[in-house]
């Protein structure tokens, strides 16, 4: 079933120096940008780091310090990429948890602040695991009938995951609808305030501390409370997405 779109969305897949959103980079970074009449563009990138790719994460998806290091950075390709992705939802595998969180901390690393409050985020790992619980080669088999080939090479995977969303489509016709909007809900796991998850909304819309001592407290109460919670936070070892949502609601509850 081909997705219906109101607006543009984005497939992405990010290779990267690790699995730390704070301090790791993109050495990759491959997308498939869809129209609601259906065009396509799609572009692969090799991004030169800065720093060096543990050989743990080269030997996974083939690319190492060599092959990058004539590469632009992200910084240099940062205003481009971000007029590209200007008004546009975005989807991949396992893309809430990490790869919106380091794209958009990349971004902020460059000097560029990406408003993504009123984007839509489908995660279609979050629904293949509400269904069926396997990884990406066992979803595309699954649903696609076809083995994935070249497997980690970001292109290929971005690829994927956009034909699994269209066969999950199809393949659950009374349960998802063919909508962005709905299958933002549906493949969003839990509501974070900010996108590493530290801070999430409870049922009744306020903004808790999701982590550490003061877990399932409400932001507003820790910040009266413990005022040096604030600076802990600015001058710890957190995204800068964290840091700058924080900052908001000290903000905000200051002005009540």
Known sequence: ??????????????????LDVARDRIVELCYIRIEPNG???????????????????SKVHGIYDEDVKDCPTFKEIAPELA????????AGFNSNKFDIPLLVEE??????????????????????????????????KFYCGKNLENAHSALADTRATYEVLQAQLDHY????????????????IGKNVDLAGRFVYNENGEEIVN?????????????????????????????LNTKQ????????????
Request: positive net charge; glycine residues 4%; aromatic residues 12%.
């Open 1 to 18: 079933m081909k997705l219906k779109l109101e607006k543009p969305i984005v497939f992405l897949d990010l290779e990267t120096t690790g």
């Open 39 to 57: 065009n396509e563009e799609a572009k692969s990138m090799r991004i030169n780091p800065e720093m060096h790719i543990p050989e743990v994460c």
């Open 83 to 90: 007029k590209t992705f200007s008004g546009c939802d975005f």
């Open 107 to 140: 971004f902020m690393r460059a000097g560029i602040d990406p408003d993504l409050s009123d984007r839509r985020f489908v995660d279609v790992q979050n629904i293949y695991h509400k269904m069926e619980r396997r990884t990406l080669i066992a979803a595309y």
């Open 173 to 188: 016709p009374d349960v998802l609808k063919n909508d962005v909007e709905f299958l933002s809900e549906y493949s969003t």
């Open 211 to 239: 982590f550490g001592k003061y877990k399932g407290k409400a932001i507003k109460d820790v910040l009266r409370t413990d005022p040096s919670y604030y600076s802990w936070i600015q001058q710890g070892d957190f995204t």
């Open 245 to 256: 949502v924080l900052e908001k609601l000290r903000l905000k509850y200051a002005r009540r």
